[in-house]
């Protein structure tokens, strides 16, 4: 039985192979001894996205001769993908690619050549963290933290409990991200206040201001405190020393799939268990993702960078990476998504693939993206939207082997419904050749996302709602709502503007969500009913 490790590369070199798993081509001792001596490039989050995405990448560079260091992979959260899922493995990820028929491509991802605890309670990780900073040679740190890993304040606008316990304690005690972040840069700029690059490449709008301004913020309130010099700031604003590109992610890295987990064993590779942390991370030595992916990043570096270009990985300007994140957040992917989620917990669903073999459900998406969605795309220009949107309903929605689920999808909605829907509505506002009051689709979207709400399914049976910030003042609205009320109004929740972004009663929407959202009120199989009315 094959097992992930180093020496199991070298030793089973040619059972490996016969397993049909792509094995590294470069020098891995001289690449560890390279990255030991003059690192270049830290990773911030550990997870399967950077596993699967960002670290093959580099990897394609190392195989090449294009790089001659590997990556340092640190965690700030979940401590134990670093004690479970990197040490066990000797930091090797297997990662195994499949295509909506089936195909698998594996390959053993070796790139990745420290993995390091960002905790203040291990000496050696830190310590270790602390010279990466201070080394001249340091050209980027890159972050897959999750959005939330940036946010500093409650929904009440106040600092986090942690926050405040940083902003208090100084750059010597940091817990919470970006009090880390800015606690190892502040080494850095006592170092010599060399330059470097900060990227986030998590799935975010403006996520590379949203890392700025956490760092800058827990700097600034240092410098209130007399903690550190008036200085830092001003070497973190410095664009000549310290820059925080924009960029657009997308790849869909979804948990360890059991299927996968079988085929593994079936091929002789074993060790390759589901892993679920205290913190509820899933994951595994293994990462299954889709082929399709795209990091789009604006080419803002002031310390050099890898050539991941060569690895398939675009570089341009903030306005091109601005626009490629429109294209798919309020047209191209992330409205489909947010339909089918919705409903697809009302219809018993629990995979997107089976989705989009149901009529309904695909033509939905269809007129969503083609035919509301594209007359007002911003085309970035080095995509093509309808291209993109041809890959996400063919290749990647309908892809049987990605097990994401309409629930994981559903979460937050509340947060997402302005931009998924509200931007495609403000392009019909503005345009005079478009009426909004035409729309079908995403009003309907929109109606189901309300029926959604009452936490009851196309059957009439309970079932369990996403979490959602807002859910109980949206559950508020609807208190004493059930099926075959004929006069229940979600008039409160769509004459909230700070969900839509637009005032739908002006503009001939909201009454129409009103009558959708009543005709899926109707009883058991009105929500079927709804759909196939409007969608025709």
């Known amino acids: 039985m094959l097992r992930?490790?180093?020496?199991?590369?070298?030793?089973?070199?040619?059972?490996?192979?016969?397993?049909?798993?792509?094995l590294p081509q470069f020098d891995y001792e001289q690449v560890a001894k390279n990255t030991q001596q003059k690192p270049e490039w830290i990773h911030f989050g550990a997870g399967n996205i950077f596993r699967g995405f960002v670290a093959n990448a580099h990897q394609k560079l190392l195989d090449s001769g294009k790089a001659d260091t590997g990556i340092i992979a640190a965690e700030t959260f979940d401590f134990e993908m670093i004690d479970k899922v990197y040490k066990p493995y000797d930091n090797l990820t297997l990662l195994v690619l499949m295509n909506a028929r089936g195909d698998f491509q594996k390959r053993i991802v070796n790139s990745i050549v420290e993995g390091i605890t960002a905790d203040k309670s291990r000496e050696a990780d830190y310590r270790r963290l602390t010279e990466v900073f201070e080394n001249p040679s340091l050209q980027m740190a890159s972050f897959t933290i999750t959005e939330k890993g940036y946010s500093l304040t409650g929904p009440n606008g106040k600092y986090l409990g942690i926050v405040e316990k940083d902003i208090e304690g100084g750059p010597e005690q940091p817990v919470h991200a970006m009090s880390i972040v800015a606690s190892l840069a502040y080494k850095r700029y006592l170092k010599g206040a060399f330059p470097m690059t900060f990227v986030s490449m998590d799935n975010c709008s403006h996520?590379?201001?949203?890392?700025?301004?956490?760092?800058?913020?827990?700097?600034?309130?240092?410098?209130?405190?007399?903690?550190?010099?008036?200085?830092?700031?001003?070497?973190?604003?410095?664009?000549?020393?310290?820059?925080f590109p924009l960029s657009m992610i997308d790849k869909i890295t979804p948990r360890p799939s059991e299927t996968v987990q079988a085929a593994l064993l079936e091929q002789g590779i074993g060790d390759m268990d589901v892993i679920i942390t205290s913190k509820n991370t899933y994951t595994a030595p293994f990462v299954n993702a889709e082929i399709s992916e795209y990091l789009v990043i604006e080419d803002k570096f002031t310390n050099g960078r890898p050539l991941l270009e060569e690895a398939g990985i675009i570089f341009t300007d903030r306005d091109t990476v601005n626009n490629v994140e429109t294209m798919k957040v309020t047209t191209c992917l992330n409205p489909l998504h947010t339909a089918l989620a919705v409903s697809g917990c009302l219809l018993g669903y629990t995979l997107i693939a089976d989705e989009m073999r149901d009529d309904t459900l695909r033509r939905f998406v269809e007129i969503i993206g083609y035919k509301e969605g594209l007359p007002v795309v911003v085309d970035p220009g080095i995509l093509s939207p309808k291209q993109f949107l041809d890959e996400v309903l063919t290749e990647r929605f309908a892809n049987p082997f990605i097990p994401d689920t309409p629930q994981r999808i559903a979460t937050d909605t509340s947060q997402k419904v302005g931009i998924r829907f509200g931007e495609t509505i403000k392009s019909y506002i503005r345009r005079e050749e478009l009426d909004p009051a035409q729309l079908t689709a995403i009003p309907l979207a929109i109606a189901v996302w309300c029926r959604y709400l009452l936490g009851v399914n196309d059957e009439g049976e309970s079932f369990t709602l996403s979490p959602d910030p807002l859910l109980e003042t949206l559950q508020g609205h609807l208190q004493g709502v059930a099926l075959g009320d004929r006069n229940a109004s979600v008039r409160p929740i769509l004459e909230d503007e700070q969900l839509f972004g637009v005032p739908l009663y002006e503009i001939g929407l909201g009454s129409k969500i009103e009558s959708m959202f009543l005709e899926m009120l109707a009883g058991p199989g009105a929500v079927r009913r709804t759909l196939e009315k409007y969608l025709k």
């Open 4 to 22: 992930l490790t180093r020496s199991s590369i070298q030793r089973d070199h040619a059972a490996w192979t016969a397993a049909g798993v792509e």
């Open 207 to 243: 996520n590379g201001d949203k890392l700025k301004n956490g760092v800058v913020t827990i700097a600034k309130e240092w410098v209130a405190k007399g903690l550190v010099e008036e200085g830092f700031v001003a070497y973190l604003e410095n664009e000549q020393l310290i820059a």
